[in-house]
């Protein structure tokens, strides 16, 4: 595996499940990142994780918990989800979190019903 | 006001021809500015990065960059249909310990063969 891989593509999911959306990066960065994609609206930056240490919290709702274990590794588990949350979420990272240079997974598209 | 503006397009441009992607950012303390291509259904792809005043050229595509004027624009030379795309303006905003990028909505760009 090369670059940024993200599992699992797709998910549909109801608002009392529970799930959780892995993203691994073979780049040897220490920064990753969750965006928020959604039709008609810019990336929306989630969290960010400088050496598996949470930098960055961007006013995201508790039923989206970070997880990043390692400097590769990073999760993101979801619960209680509404249908609004609906979107593409990616995964990026970058040398370190100075550098701008951000590389993206394939992302997971991801549906509440 | 919007922090990165983008006009939405679509672009239409027929196949040879020179397509001018044009971006404008509101944080003057900005340094550092990306372009993205995403093709539909897939994740954002770094194909230029620029840091200083100028044009920045890498194959088909320059960069240019007016930090005065709060500016930056892609031009694609002899534009190709495998270019039809969304192309995402990407800025950092300097936050502490990281670099945020904010991204445009992103430019539609066709181009017909």
């Known amino acids: 595996e090369t670059g940024v891989t993200q599992t699992p593509r797709h998910l549909v999911m109801g608002m009392t499940n529970k799930k959780s959306l892995k993203c691994e990066q073979h780049?040897?960065?220490?920064?990753m990142y969750w965006y928020k994609q959604s039709a008609k609206k810019p990336l929306e930056l989630m969290f960010v994780?400088?050496?598996?240490?949470?930098?960055e919290n961007n006013s995201v709702p508790s039923r989206f918990s970070p997880e990043c274990p390692n400097s590769s590794h990073l999760f993101l588990h979801l619960h209680t989800l509404q249908p609004e949350d609906s979107a593409l979420y990616l995964c990026a990272s970058s040398q370190d979190p100075t550098e701008g240079e951000q590389y993206f997974g394939p992302g997971t598209r991801l549906t509440v019903t | 006001q919007k922090e990165v503006e983008q006009n939405s397009g679509p672009l239409s441009v027929p196949e040879g021809a020179i397509a001018s992607l044009n971006c404008t950012y509101s944080d003057r303390g900005s340094q550092s500015f990306f372009w993205y291509r995403q093709y539909s259904g897939k994740s954002p792809e770094l194909i230029m990065s620029i840091y200083s005043n100028g044009d920045k050229e890498d194959g088909r595509f320059t960069a240019q960059l007016n930090k005065a004027s709060q500016y930056v624009s892609l031009l694609i030379r002899d534009s190709q249909p495998s270019d039809s795309a969304t192309y995402l303006c990407a800025v950092t905003s300097l936050n502490t310990g990281f670099q945020k990028l904010v991204f445009g909505t992103g430019t539609r760009l066709l181009v017909s063969p």
């Open positions: 780049l040897g960065h220490n920064a």
């Open positions: 994780y400088n050496f598996k240490e949470q930098t």
